[in-house]
């Protein structure tokens, strides 16, 4: 049986800290030169180590990865996260909210358009020139 290195003692490799964020190693040295993740210091004559803290800040950045924030604005979360104020950190994710609500409404928009040239597709009967690509064209 293999031994799994403890999440909360410092002695993940950075190979383990990928397996158990679901990323890549790269994906965690793309963060580490942009400054998201912090690079522990390399023993002499030994490879750097990776603890829980890790691990949560690795998770923390893909939780804002999927709520839709830069990689820029996930640096400005993780300032505040490491003793900013919470106010600015709901000012973000407020400005954030209706950013997502004005791609929603462009969805939503698009959605109607393409539904309503699809239903034109079929009102075509011979040798009638396609009503969506005559729309797409702007006929």
Do not use: W
């Not at 003793?83 to 994710?93: D, E, Y």
């Not at 109607?112 to 064209?137: D, F, Q, T, Y």
């Amino acid at each position: 049986m293999t031994h799994t290195p403890s999440q909360s003692d410092g002695s993940m490799t950075i190979g383990d800290l990928a397996k158990a964020a679901g990323v890549n190693v790269e994906t965690i040295r793309f963060y580490q030169r942009k400054g998201l993740m912090p690079e522990p210091d390399r023993p002499v004559g030994s490879i750097r180590r990776y603890g829980r803290t890790d691990q949560s800040r690795l998770s923390f950045i893909k939780s804002a990865k999927r709520l839709g924030f830069s990689l820029d604005e996930t640096a400005q979360l993780l300032q505040l996260e490491d003793g900013g104020s919470c106010t600015q950190a709901r000012r973000q994710a407020e400005s954030k909210l209706a950013e997502v609500r004005l791609k929603l409404a462009d969805l939503q928009r698009m959605e109607a358009a393409l539904s309503g040239l699809i239903l034109l597709c079929g009102s075509g009967k011979g040798n009638v020139r396609c009503p969506l690509i005559a729309a797409m064209e702007g006929h």
